[in-house]
């Protein structure tokens, strides 16, 4: 038998095969075993606890796992007191309270709206709102609120616990977070926008601010995925007597006048903006509910 001259040996064949990308099955492998690992040119994927659905496409396909974070601490930050948050929120917290889930309101700046409550088909069975005693200082009264937003996390009793915290330090919300990991409660902190220079522990970290159509502008200053350098503009639900012409877009690009205010309340607000949330001196918590 007659062996060509040019015929490779298989050990030299072997040396010239190409490389079998072992880095890319191990970083797959870990992504599997692991669903919480995410790289940073792309969005961050659920892990072991699930995310409440947002009821809005756009935002949905801009957060990490297609939700809100169960178990895990978002936090809102607000250009102003109604800004659209409670509207934006209102699917999740419909879809947790038909789950049976109890929902908590922790300090909101304003009375809770029964006919908006019952408009957004929130039981009000399910709804549990704790505010500060009348006089308290303001220590007392954040110590206080932190301490009840703790007991229900604690409990992991409730689907939903939004807790509105003007002033906080980091170690107050870092025992909040570490106390959401623990269950599969959404925790939705709002805090005014002053506070974004501020570091927070939480997994989610997005600034509201409203627009004129309805409208609100949402920016991501911390998610598990890569940076968006533009706003999403989403249009909100429970404004229909806000007019929009016939064949105008859905999402239009408005001019938004320097110092102007967009908010337009109306009966589906789920917080009454005529008067504070703290008791008036002299009457029973009673005569408030």
């Given at each position: ?40 040119g ?52 419909r ?51 932190l ?8 409990s ?11 002033g ?62 533009t ?59």
């Amino acid at each position: 038998m007659t062996v060509s001259s040019h015929a490779m040996p298989p050990a030299a064949a072997a040396d010239h095969a190409p490389p079998i990308p072992v880095h890319r099955a191990s970083v797959s492998e870990l992504e599997h075993r692991y669903p919480g690992l995410w790289r940073a040119g792309q969005l961050g994927r659920a892990g072991r606890l699930p995310v409440c659905p947002t009821g809005y496409d756009a935002l949905t396909a801009e957060l990490p796992g297609g939700g809100w974070p169960a178990g895990a601490v978002t936090e809102l930050l607000l250009a102003q007191d109604g800004a659209g948050e409670l509207r934006l929120l209102m699917p999740a917290l419909r879809t947790l309270a038909a789950a049976g889930r109890r929902i908590g309101f922790v300090n909101p700046p304003y009375l809770p709206n029964a006919a908006g409550l019952a408009d957004g088909r929130l039981p009000a069975r399910q709804l549990y709102w704790v505010r500060p005693p009348a006089g308290a200082t303001i220590a007392s009264r954040r110590a206080d609120m932190l301490w009840a937003a703790e007991q229900m996390l604690r409990s992991q009793a409730f689907g939903a616990v939004l807790v509105w915290l003007a002033g906080a330090r980091p170690e107050a919300l870092r025992r909040l977070q570490v106390l959401a990991q623990a269950g599969d409660t959404v925790v939705w902190v709002l805090r005014p926008i002053r506070v974004l220079h501020e570091s927070s522990p939480a997994t989610l970290r997005l600034a509201l601010s409203p627009l004129p159509g309805n409208l609100l502008s949402i920016v991501f200053h911390k998610r598990r995925g890569p940076a968006r350098d533009t706003p999403l503009l989403l249009p909100l639900e429970g404004m229909a007597h806000v007019p929009r012409s016939a064949g105008a877009p859905a999402v239009p690009t408005p001019a938004v006048p320097a110092g102007a205010d967009h908010h337009v309340p109306d009966a589906s607000d789920l917080l009454d903006r005529g008067a504070p949330a703290a008791p008036a001196a002299g009457r029973a918590a009673a005569e408030l509910a």
